[in-house]
């Protein structure tokens, strides 16, 4: 059984970048037709995808937050990073790591990890 372990600053400052890691466990994000993506989300508010990284490598991200996101990957350590770039109070949130076969959205996702809040304040 797959097993996803996001980690990372729990505190980020205005304007700095957000860096977070994903472990997986139990399966290879190299596995054919699998994706593996970043969906967070705000205090009170619903899920916002991200963006994934393929089992080829290749990513998508999400329009609104394309311009500031980057998605990596570290195959021998079987891991993927994401930085988020000029971070303001309104990228608080939950951020969660996921597994999936879909390209874009969160419908395709099968596996979560338990997510992990980051802060973004002075």
């Known amino acids: 059984q797959v097993q996803l372990q996001e980690s990372g600053p729990d505190l980020v400052k205005p304007s700095q970048t957000l860096s977070l890691t994903c472990t997986v466990s139990?399966?290879?994000?190299?596995?054919?037709?699998?994706?593996w993506g970043w969906v967070r989300q705000p205090p009170g508010k619903g899920l916002e995808w991200m963006g994934v990284?393929?089992?080829?490598?290749?990513?998508n991200y999400s329009p609104s937050l394309k311009s500031r996101t980057f998605i990596s990957r570290d195959t021998a350590k079987n891991q993927f990073s994401l930085q988020l770039s000029s971070v303001t109070p309104e990228d608080t949130a939950v951020y969660y790591c996921?597994?999936?076969?879909?390209?874009?959205?969160?419908?395709?996702?099968?596996?979560w990890g338990k997510g992990t809040l980051v802060t973004v304040s002075s």
């Open positions: 996921a597994r999936g076969t879909s390209w874009s959205g969160v419908n395709g996702m099968d596996s």
């Open positions: 990284i393929a089992y080829d490598g290749g990513t």
């Open positions: 139990g399966g290879s994000i190299t596995a054919t037709y699998l994706t």
